[in-house]
């Protein structure tokens, strides 16, 4: 059976989908990929020369391995597996300076790029505010890697639930109650029968069943609907796009090791 994908929402940063003749095993293997194992690009180690600030070094480095970074995954490469074998190159690594004296609010559009394609999702962000007399100067690494390795590489804060089938066998007056107990009104009485007006923002709280007798709420597992927020400079779209990739890679490794055996 071949799964169908229906997009609901779409956004710059957020991405919500209908992933429908699938199961929760799926769901939730695709889910964690997509979390943990997109790889991106964050710093990797920092090199600082001064530092007066109110921070200390290891809070600063810090500060620089959590700024989410922008680029073209499609041109970079792991360090282990690229040609310079690790030494550190422009298809592998880019180095982000800072050089500013206080006072003054050091942010992340202060940074400069050895790679002008390659920069902070936000230029707003606070690194550290700097007082008379206070100066910060460092040269800060970013490589790919995956959130399994650290969490600053997560690629996407993703949920998922299943899609609501409602079914009222009660009476009208029951079927108005469950609408009143609705805490997001999304329920509504159609013909004499009850129904959801926007399936998708019912997160199956129950309270339509708890306050109304003949009243049934439940989750499809074949249906689910999943949200995507890139925290990444990745788009939602190539996450998931990414992570299917990956679930398939996956896959066939499995099925090749176990013709082997």
Same mark, same amino acid.
């Given at each position: 059976?071949?799964?169908?994908?229906?997009?609901?929402?779409?956004?710059?940063?957020?991405?919500?989908? *209908?992933?429908?003749?699938?199961?929760?095993?799926?769901?939730?293997?695709?889910? @964690?990929?997509?979390?943990?194992?997109?790889?991106?690009?964050?710093?990797?180690?920092?090199?600082?020369?001064?530092?007066?600030?109110?921070?200390?070094?290891?809070?600063?480095?810090?500060?620089?391995?959590?700024?989410?970074?922008?680029?073209?995954?499609?041109?970079?490469?792991?360090?282990?597996?690229?040609?310079?074998?690790?030494?550190?190159?422009?298809?592998?690594?880019?180095?982000? /300076?800072?050089?500013?004296?206080?006072?003054?609010?050091?942010?992340?559009?202060?940074?400069?790029?050895?790679?002008?394609?390659?920069?902070?999702?936000?230029?707003? /962000?606070?690194?550290?505010?700097?007082?008379?007399?206070?100066?910060?100067?460092?040269?800060?690494?970013? @490589?790919?890697?995956?959130?399994?390795?650290?969490?600053?590489?997560?690629?996407?804060?993703?949920?998922?639930?299943?899609?609501?089938?409602?079914?009222?066998?009660?009476?009208?007056?029951?079927?108005?109650?469950?609408?009143?107990?609705?805490?997001?009104?999304?329920?509504?009485?159609?013909?004499?029968?009850?129904?959801?007006?926007?399936?998708?923002?019912?997160?199956?709280? !129950?309270?339509?069943?708890?306050?109304?007798?003949?009243?049934?709420?439940?989750?499809?597992?074949?249906?689910? /609907?999943?949200?995507?927020?890139?925290?990444?400079? *990745?788009?939602?779209?190539?996450?998931?796009? !990414?992570?299917?990739?990956? *679930?398939?890679? !996956?896959?066939?490794?499995?099925?090749?090791?176990?013709?082997?055996?």
């Amino acid at each position: 059976m071949i799964m169908k994908v229906k997009i609901l929402n779409k956004m710059e940063k957020k991405l919500d989908f *209908l992933l429908e003749d699938t199961d929760p095993a799926f769901a939730n293997s695709l889910r @964690r990929i997509m979390i943990s194992e997109v790889p991106t690009l964050a710093v990797q180690w920092v090199d600082i020369h001064d530092n007066n600030s109110a921070l200390f070094d290891e809070i600063l480095s810090h500060r620089m391995g959590l700024i989410p970074l922008k680029f073209n995954p499609k041109k970079f490469e792991f360090t282990q597996d690229c040609k310079c074998k690790g030494k550190g190159c422009p298809i592998c690594q880019v180095v982000f /300076i800072l050089h500013k004296k206080g006072p003054a609010l050091a942010i992340s559009g202060d940074l400069k790029s050895s790679d002008k394609s390659i920069s902070p999702t936000d230029p707003r /962000i606070p690194i550290v505010e700097l007082l008379e007399g206070h100066a910060v100067k460092f040269e800060a690494v970013a @490589r790919l890697g995956t959130g399994i390795q650290h969490a600053k590489h997560h690629a996407a804060n993703v949920s998922y639930n299943f899609y609501p089938k409602i079914t009222a066998k009660g009476s009208k007056a029951d079927m108005q109650k469950a609408v009143k107990a609705c805490p997001k009104g999304i329920l509504s009485v159609q013909g004499g029968k009850l129904v959801l007006k926007d399936p998708v923002k019912c997160d199956l709280c !129950r309270l339509c069943m708890e306050n109304a007798e003949g009243v049934e709420i439940k989750g499809d597992e074949t249906r689910i /609907i999943f949200r995507v927020e890139s925290i990444s400079g *990745l788009e939602p779209e190539y996450v998931v796009s !990414r992570a299917a990739e990956i *679930l398939q890679e !996956r896959t066939e490794e499995f099925n090749s090791k176990l013709k082997r055996i």
